[in-house]
């Protein structure tokens, strides 16, 4: 049985956490047990005690998305636990969902960005999306900010430079600023397999992504570093749904998938996928063009399982 942390998060997180472990459950038979290590205090000394401890010991988590509740005491939610987990590097599929209005059919691209950290480096950032390249169309993209002055580009510069002309010499590559990649893949998404770059411009990028997708509520990442994983949704609290039953669950159903491929349940995670998959192709919440609240398209998914 593997064990497995999940945070609720706040406002539609435990809505959508308590779809996602239902679904989780059913294709893994009961096989998978849970901590929670929600907590509504967020002050970093009670929040590495009660939250940050039990996810570094088990190395796993499933976590909703987090706002901070005082921005003079605390950083915001997610970046609070890159530090305390010494996670560094962020990845986010994208791709085209049959079925879903606006989803791009040339759309299916891997977006490598750095998160923040004391012990981060680019390098890392890099060589993960190296690793991914090769498992994939073998092309890398190095796309950074165009606001800042070059001395503060140049570290992401070079880090990049020097991997590629020491281990990368198999890969296609190309380099791109902020502002022309973002309209290129607004209107060419196909001509991206995995793009690297910095924090800011991976944020921006995966929210052209995720509405090339056919919207935010459809988008997961994963992020790692120090032996830790978290898989989590793309998208925020959205404070506004909180307690309507309307929230899309799907990203973190799809955050799930790719846990369960981490955990080495390839299968497991293939039926999960392709019941979600077939589930939103007849079945939609209303942030997709559906008509399905939280509950009645979790239903037809456990139905497809």
């Given at each position: 049985m593997d064990a497995i942390a999940y945070i609720p998060g706040d406002g539609i997180g435990p809505e959508i956490m308590n779809a996602a472990v239902r679904v989780i459950d059913v294709v893994m038979c009961g096989e998978i047990e849970w901590f929670d290590v929600a907590t509504t205090d967020f002050r970093p000394l009670v929040y590495e005690q009660e939250a940050v401890g039990t996810i570094l010991d088990i190395g796993v988590a499933l976590k909703g998305p987090i706002s901070s509740?005082?921005?003079?005491?605390?950083?915001?939610?997610?970046?609070?636990?890159?530090?305390?987990?010494?996670?560094?590097?962020?990845?986010?599929?994208?791709?085209?969902?049959?079925?879903?209005?606006?989803?791009?059919?040339?759309?299916?691209?891997?977006?490598?960005?750095?998160?923040?950290?004391?012990?981060?480096?680019?390098?890392?950032?890099?060589?993960?999306?190296?690793?991914?390249?090769?498992?994939?169309q073998g092309k890398i993209s190095l796309v950074l900010r165009d606001d800042l002055h070059l001395k503060f580009l140049l570290p992401h510069l070079r880090a990049f430079n020097a991997l590629i002309a020491e281990q990368g010499l198999d890969l296609k590559v190309d380099r791109w600023n902020l502002?022309?990649?973002?309209?290129?893949?607004?209107?060419?998404?196909?001509?991206?397999?995995?793009?690297?770059?910095?924090?800011?411009?991976?944020?921006?990028?995966?929210?052209?992504?995720?509405?090339?997708?056919?919207?935010?509520?459809?988008?997961?990442?994963?992020?790692?570093?120090?032996?830790?994983?978290?898989?989590?949704?793309?998208?925020?609290?959205?404070?506004?749904?909180?307690?309507?039953?309307?929230?899309?669950?799907?990203?973190?159903?799809?955050?799930?998938?790719?846990?369960?491929?981490?955990?080495?349940?390839?299968?497991?995670?293939?039926?999960?996928?392709?019941?979600i998959m077939r589930t939103l192709a007849d079945i939609r919440t209303r942030d997709i063009g559906g008509t399905a609240n939280t509950e009645q398209f979790t239903q037809a998914v456990l139905a497809k399982l």
């Open positions: 509740v005082d921005h003079s005491t605390m950083p915001w939610g997610n970046d609070f636990f890159c530090r305390y987990l010494d996670v560094s590097t962020q990845v986010r599929a994208c791709r085209h969902i049959p079925g879903v209005p606006g989803s791009h059919r040339l759309l299916d691209l891997v977006i490598v960005s750095e998160l923040p950290g004391e012990e981060q480096t680019f390098e890392k950032t890099v060589q993960r999306a190296m690793n991914l390249a090769r498992l994939r502002r022309p990649a973002v309209a290129h893949l607004h209107t060419w998404p196909g001509s991206f397999d995995v793009i690297v770059t910095d924090q800011l411009s991976g944020s921006v990028l995966s929210a052209q992504a995720g509405a090339l997708m056919g919207g935010l509520g459809l988008t997961s990442r994963e992020s790692s570093g120090g032996g830790t994983y978290l898989f989590e949704t793309g998208h925020g609290t959205a404070p506004g749904l909180t307690g309507q039953g309307i929230a899309n669950p799907a990203g973190l159903m799809f955050a799930g998938v790719k846990m369960l491929e981490h955990l080495n349940k390839k299968t497991e995670a293939e039926r999960l996928s392709q019941a």
